[in-house]
């Protein structure tokens, strides 16, 4: 488990294929992950445990810290949080705030980045800009629309000529971050320690994107987990993609239907396509897959974690994991190991024994 601070909860079909190599409190809720989160509102906090699904927003950071010792917060026969060992008393602290489906974390991206901003501030050791800079940083081509007190640098970030609108939210650029040339950015945003912005990009709030990671192109609402690459030009948008992905050149994704209704979106537990009441959904992706240049997705595609997505037509909205291509052909388990050790390497990161273990034994219950 990924701290000591989460319940022992069973994994949710709706969150598939974002949880098949990870645990659910791992994915991100705004820029860092639920267990960054709950780990540092915890840390004084040894005894209260939490719903691995359950977002550290500031209503529920509030109602966890207020249980009193030996007390539990119900709902609907699920234990959401627990204050010590003894479940003899259960209290009423109204409905929680869940992560539900891979949707919400689209949705609710710009909770997420707002509900951890004051954390991160600390945890980046940010710096806010002020009113006095705006020339100053003007002189530089460095436009802002908007609040300049809305912008928060880490140390080392880089911040280079471009349009940056903070009518909507904040943006975080953050340590040894940067935004190369041209680029203009709508908040709320939040670019990862050490991952690149790259020239002319075009993003659209709210958008987050991981650490170690390299975008470039238009995104619109997406939320990028760490290590992964969409490096060239190419539409992503209300879209989630794992660790370790690389979208190739011009790759794109539909996020609204022709007809404007809503979208049926892919059910793990049914094995069908159903409607969730949205209308608007793009590419939801796995850990460690990959797509060729030129990769056109239709509206609300999953692809499972570690694919490879390659050939003339366009894919079917359901890829399992290990996929090779888009026919049914399965990835060689080594083969695709090889691979993703190749790509950690290059950001000098090792695989670890307990995560090539899951990858095994995902592989081994898809065949």
């Not at 007390?71 to 409905?95: F, I, M, P, Q, Y």
């Not at 670019?191 to 002319?200: A, F, I, K, P």
């Not at 790759?251 to 209704?261: I, M, R, V």
């Not at 490879?308 to 190991?337: I, K, M, Q, Y």
Request: aromatic fraction near 6%.
């Amino acid at each position: 488990m990924t701290a000591s601070c989460f319940l022992d909860v069973d994994p949710n079909f709706a969150l598939y294929p974002l949880n098949v190599f990870r645990d659910e409190p791992t994915l991100h809720f705004g820029v860092r992950s639920i267990a960054n989160q709950w780990q540092e509102v915890l840390q004084s906090k040894p005894h209260l445990r939490v719903h691995t699904r359950l977002l550290p927003t500031a209503s529920n950071v509030r109602r966890v810290l207020s249980l009193a010792a030996d007390t539990a917060w119900k709902r609907n026969d699920s234990v959401v949080a627990v204050h010590g060992g003894n479940l003899a008393t259960e209290v009423e602290l109204g409905e929680p705030e869940m992560l539900r489906n891979c949707g919400d974390l689209f949705e609710q991206v710009a909770q997420g980045l707002e509900a951890d901003l004051e954390r991160l501030k600390l945890a980046w050791r940010l710096r806010t800009l002020s009113e006095d800079e705006r020339d100053a940083w003007a002189s530089r081509g460095i436009v802002v629309n908007g609040a300049m007190d809305r912008i928060h640098l880490g140390p080392g970030a880089k911040l280079r000529d471009g349009s940056y609108n903070t009518e909507s939210g904040d943006i975080v650029i953050g340590p040894s971050a940067e935004v190369m040339e041209g680029c203009r950015i709508r908040g709320p945003f939040a670019l990862g320690e050490g991952s690149t912005l790259r020239m002319g990009s075009l993003v659209y709030g709210p958008t987050t994107i991981g650490k170690g990671c390299k975008v470039g192109g238009e995104v619109s609402n997406v939320v990028i987990h760490d290590y992964s690459n969409k490096a060239h030009g190419g539409f992503l948008g209300n879209s989630v993609l794992g660790s370790w992905c690389n979208l190739g050149a011009e790759t794109t994704c539909s996020n609204l239907k022709n007809t404007y209704g809503h979208i049926a979106e892919w059910n793990a537990s049914s094995q069908s396509f159903e409607s969730q009441g949205r209308t608007f959904c793009g590419l939801i992706m796995g850990d460690h897959s990959k797509t060729a240049i030129h990769t056109a997705f239709s509206t609300a595609t999953v692809v499972g974690p570690m694919c490879n997505v390659f050939g003339d037509a366009t894919p079917p909205r359901h890829l399992p994991p290990f996929s090779w291509g888009c026919e049914g052909e399965t990835h060689d388990l080594e083969r695709a190991l090889d691979t993703a050790r190749k790509v950690m390497a290059r950001r000098s990161v090792e695989m670890p024994e307990a995560v090539e273990a899951r990858i095994r034994q995902a592989f081994g219950e898809r065949s």
